[in-house]
């Protein structure tokens, strides 16, 4: 399945963005959905991420209480709300598809191309 994220921007500290991950196909109703991040010189993390029916999500600490992630399986759809952002936040998101829902990267097989977030102090 394919994957295009959308919905970066510059944004001041404190404000809020809407990632989106639009998929190609109407399997990506069946696949487990996370979102990770990388900012320069860091390794790609974990942010979140949610099972296929969106009974069951995980974030990870560092943006527990302040992202959300959900989808919408009609519009092929998974949306990443994050609130109260820090500069710490900024990096390059990127989300991914795969059968396992879980939080390493091991367990997605299709990435998209990723969106840059950038928090301003």
């Known amino acids: 399945v394919q994957l295009q994220a959308s919905g970066g921007g510059v944004v001041q500290a404190g404000g809020s963005l809407r990632l989106s991950c639009a998929a190609s196909?109407?399997?990506?109703?069946?696949?487990?959905v996370g979102w990770f991040r990388q900012a320069p010189g860091k390794e790609r993390e974990f942010v979140a991420a949610?099972?296929?029916?969106?009974?069951?999500?995980s974030t990870s600490d560092s943006v527990k209480g302040r992202f959300t992630i959900s989808r919408d399986n009609a519009k092929l759809t998974v949306y990443l709300q994050m609130n109260s952002l820090k500069p710490e936040d900024t990096a390059l998101y990127y989300c991914?598809?795969?059968?396992?829902?879980?939080?390493?990267?091991?367990?997605?097989?299709?990435w998209g191309q990723g969106t840059q977030v950038t928090v301003s102090s």
């Open positions: 991914a598809a795969g059968q396992s829902f879980g939080i390493t990267m091991r367990e997605y097989t299709s």
């Open positions: 196909a109407h399997t990506f109703s069946t696949y487990a």
């Open positions: 949610i099972t296929w029916s969106g009974k069951m999500t």
